[in-house]
């Protein structure tokens, strides 16, 4: 079997278990690099590539290793979550004039989901925040992050008390704004540092 990854062909003389194979992955992508998938006998594998490993390590002849630099890593998450947020934007507005009225069961269905989304949100600037490699405008993303953090909170006492105007308001002049201002950075970021898919 052997394992390919960039430049670099790796020769398995005997037949290494899923463990030495992954731990050969691990070593070869290091601190520089993320994992995408693998290419195994020219199928590509995205889901659960180590299920596959076990199930039919015996036949595979040749892995290859698809992985991302941090940079490409960092812009991948950045354009996922641009992407939440212009197709959140109208949502969180109609939802803020859902609570003025009176909330419905699919009222607090959708807050859940922008409380989800909301919590993916803080959870891609965590993941960027361990990286090595950050965008210029970091530390704007950490202040969003914390106002994330103080309007979660206000939003918490907001839903114990059934406050629905508060949560309408919370939601229409904190919650939107600050997934306005994570929107402006992030299209600074992929302006400015990144870049954008081809579309043709």
């Known amino acids: ?86 197709r959140a934007k109208p949502e969180i507005d109609s939802l803020s004039d859902e609570f003025y009225q009176n909330p419905t069961s699919e009222s607090w269905h959708k807050f859940a989901q922008l409380l989800e989304g909301i919590q993916w949100l803080n959870q891609v600037i965590q993941t960027i925040d361990t990286t090595k490699e950050k965008p210029k405008n970091w530390v704007n993303y950490l202040e969003i992050n914390s106002n994330f953090d103080l309007e979660l909170k206000n939003m918490e006492e907001a839903i114990e008390n059934s406050d629905s105007v508060l949560i309408a308001d919370l939601i229409k002049y904190e919650i939107l704004s600050i997934i306005e201002s994570l929107g402006s950075e992030i299209q600074l970021t992929i302006d400015t540092e990144g870049y954008r898919h081809d579309l043709n």
């Open 1 to 86: 079997m052997k394992l390919i990854f960039k430049e670099e062909v790796i020769q398995f003389d005997t037949q290494p278990t899923v463990e030495v194979i992954i731990n050969t992955i691990n070593q070869l992508l290091d601190d520089n690099y993320y994992f995408s998938h693998l290419i195994i006998d020219d199928k590509e594998v995205l889901d659960d590539p180590e299920q596959y490993l076990q199930d039919y390590l015996n036949e595979i002849r040749e892995l290859e290793i698809v992985a991302k630099t941090v940079k490409e890593f960092i812009n991948d998450l950045l354009l996922s979550a641009e992407e939440y947020i212009r």
